[in-house]
């Protein structure tokens, strides 16, 4: 059984991607890591850090040279179905693989489910009708040691070639072709610690998405975002995390947030291990 992973970066130095740790962590999972970044004159330090974790670890990673559309690399339409649409084209056609998985640049699996997803894949993997293997979602907020609640409790990246396709409504997940069907592991789960960084970068995030996708939310203007600047929530706080922002901003119905504390053992090797990297809210501390 042949898995091959893809994720897309650009500007990981800049944006503070964990992608040099997405790869170590995830060595004995993926056969061939693909990582999709920017050409030479359009790269941050991206393919410097990927090449560096590479060395480091051992893993078998392609980089895989797009020519990143500008500043509009973040809306649905470029990223997900020509950057993206690109890699697994090319994995389909060159790599002869079994299962393709699609990863961020900031998306773990534990390494304790290695085990139960491999042979859950090697099982499935002649059933001819079956072309997506879902798994839940946990995301961090603040710190390593807490999750919240978030509306994305299911992602669908786990896909066979050939067999799968970019949703038309929501830009992260892969839904089946026709007459295919899919296999829910929820107790798998895909961490995501996007939110475990500054305040002004994940503003910048936020405000970005709005800008390229203002057509999907319909807005008639940006001026909703001015002055917008995303706050950290405490646990008595109204909630802004993304995406539960956009609700927040676009109609300012506040949400209330959630936060659940699990144990370091829950938390994958190469964040745990990286925690000053990442800790830097306590989310039960009083605000000033």
Not at 179 to 184: G, Q, Y
Not at 188 to 205: A, M, S
Request: with cysteine; net charge negative.
């Amino acid at each position: 059984m042949k898995i091959v992973a893809f994720t897309i970066i650009k500007n990981a130095v800049k944006q503070q991607y964990p992608i040099d740790l997405v790869i170590k962590q995830h060595k004995n999972l993926f056969n061939k890591h693909i990582i999709g970044i920017p050409r030479e004159l359009q790269d941050d330090g991206t393919r410097e850090l990927v090449s560096k974790a590479t060395k480091e670890c051992g893993q078998n990673v392609g980089l895989f040279d797009l020519d990143w559309p500008g500043e509009t690399a973040w809306s649905e339409e470029s990223l997900d179905k020509t950057l993206q649409q690109q890699i697994i084209d090319y994995i389909e056609e060159k790599e002869h693989a079994n299962w393709i998985i699609k990863i961020d640049a900031d998306e773990f699996y534990h390494e304790n489910d290695f085990d139960q997803l491999l042979d859950m894949l090697r099982f499935t993997i002649d059933a001819k009708d079956l072309s997506i293997v879902s798994t839940s979602y946990r995301q961090y907020m603040g710190t390593p040691m807490y999750h919240v609640w978030d509306p994305t409790i299911r992602v669908r990246h786990i896909f066979k070639p050939g067999k799968a396709k970019f949703s038309g409504n929501d830009a992260m997940q892969i839904d089946p072709v026709s007459n295919m069907h899919s296999l829910s592991m929820s107790d798998i789960i895909l961490h995501h610690i996007g939110y475990l960084k500054p305040t002004e970068l994940i503003t910048t995030r936020i405000k970005e998405h709005f800008t390229l996708n203002k057509s999907m939310y319909k807005l008639p203007n940006l001026s909703v975002l001015e002055g917008y600047k995303f706050s950290f929530p405490t646990h008595k706080n109204n909630c802004k995390l993304w995406p539960i922002a956009i609700r927040t901003i676009l109609d300012g119905t506040p949400n209330e947030i959630e936060y659940f504390k699990h144990s370091l053992e829950d938390v994958p090797l190469e964040i745990r291990e990286n925690m000053n990297r990442f800790s830097f809210y306590d989310p039960f501390k009083k605000a000033d």
